[in-house]
């Protein structure tokens, strides 16, 4: 597997390729995970029946685009090395974002001949091109000429999303792809009521808290979610918002934060998945943001399906699939944050109606465990490995 961006449950973050990884390892296959690293030297672990070999290429969420370009294709090469070590295995596996992981799985199959299945979590270049990042035309081409190689020489393609399935197969029709959405782990995080320690940890006793936990990128959009904080504090709701994370945006955030006076705006460190355990035990509802741009409507976030697993109202304040699914499912709602006001209309039936709420949480977590279930999506995954 080659996966620039492997993490674990002990340190947090996205853990996607964990159990997808672990899902292999128990059903009797060897697996090698090839990431990333800050350190300075290669490395070796052994996790949970995986080994994990750490690449020292280092790589931040507050780093520019050009300085993640750079990481990207350090670890292409750093990682096409590593693989000609595995050159007998049966099936490689390759993971974007970003894209350039497509180098490897490419060059194990010119070279060793090893068939490989790619995963497209994000759509590129589609996304950095969409967000005005690339503009070169000649580069654009070529990036969207690289993708197509990539997808077309896979064995088969798995799409996080209906929305990515649809657009590969615009460009590849007669390209096998799987849609395996991102997991909700209903066994590590759980509906429960709050804990008091907790909320005077927090200092959000009493009141009706909003969570964002995840990236602070510019494509996060997550000054939208301070607008609506400025909203509710200038019409005395009694509704706190938690910030948790880390990313190129943390500062401005603060400071915007700072500049309106908003005493109903609390930032905490991201730390690991112990951490947003407990700050899901305190939080009423999920806030799932992104910056308005039509490609990002196609994501999978992971903070959405942590929301599903605790039993939370999900906020989201972009349209597509998401919105769609949390509006039928009625475990929340969507709201134009560049209305700020319409924020307060919405949040404030939640707050003067309990039983809304409480069905709206409900929902969500059945949603989890019918559709999400983290041992459902590993069972489909390893499925895609059968006909190989």
Request: proline fraction near 4%; hydrophobic fraction near 40%; charged fraction near 20%.
């Amino acid at each position: 597997m080659f996966h620039q961006h492997f993490s674990t449950p002990e340190r947090g973050g996205a853990i996607r390729s964990y159990y997808l990884a672990t899902a292999l390892v128990q059903r009797g296959h060897q697996v090698t995970m090839i990431t990333s690293g800050p350190s300075k030297a290669r490395r070796t672990e052994h996790i949970e029946g995986i080994e994990v070999i750490y690449l020292p290429i280092p790589y931040n969420n507050r780093f520019s685009f050009y300085a993640r370009v750079w990481s990207f294709i350090r670890y292409a090469l750093a990682a096409i090395r590593a693989g000609s070590g595995f050159r007998d295995y049966d099936v490689c596996y390759g993971i974007s974002v970003p894209l350039t992981v497509g180098l490897c799985t490419r060059w194990m199959k010119f070279r060793y001949g090893i068939p490989y299945l790619f995963e497209v979590g994000d759509l590129w270049p589609d996304a950095p091109i969409q967000l005005g990042y690339i503009k070169n035309w000649f580069f654009k081409r070529a990036m969207f000429a690289f993708e197509r190689d990539v997808y077309r020489h896979a064995h088969a393609l798995v799409a996080l999303s209906g929305p990515i399935q649809t657009a590969i197969l615009q460009k590849i029709p007669t390209a096998r792809v799987h849609i395996i959405p991102n997991m909700a782990d209903c066994d590590f995080y759980h509906p429960e009521e709050k804990d008091p320690k907790l909320e005077s940890l927090y200092a959000v006793k009493g009141r009706f808290v909003v969570s964002y936990i995840g990236a602070l990128g510019a494509a996060n959009g997550v000054h939208h979610l301070i607008d609506c904080a400025e909203a509710c504090q200038t019409s005395a709701l009694s509704v706190q918002f938690i910030i948790c994370g880390d990313g190129a945006m943390l500062a401005e955030l603060k400071s915007i934060s700072k500049q309106k006076a908003l005493t109903n705006v609390t930032f905490i460190a991201f730390s690991n998945r112990a951490e947003v355990q407990r700050i899901l035990n305190i939080t009423d509802s999920v806030f799932v943001s992104y910056k308005k741009a039509d490609i990002l409507e196609t994501g999978c976030p992971n903070k959405y399906f942590d929301g599903l697993a605790a039993g939370k109202l999900i906020i989201v304040n972009f349209g597509g699939w998401i919105r769609s699914e949390v509006e039928l499912y009625k475990c929340g709602f969507f709201v134009d944050t560049r209305q700020p006001s319409a924020f307060v209309e919405k949040i404030e039936q939640f707050l003067s109606d309990r039983t809304l709420l409480e069905a709206a949480q409900r929902n969500s977590r059945e949603l989890a465990e019918r559709v999400y279930s983290r041992n459902e999506i590993s069972e489909a995954f390893q499925r895609v490995f059968s006909d190989l």
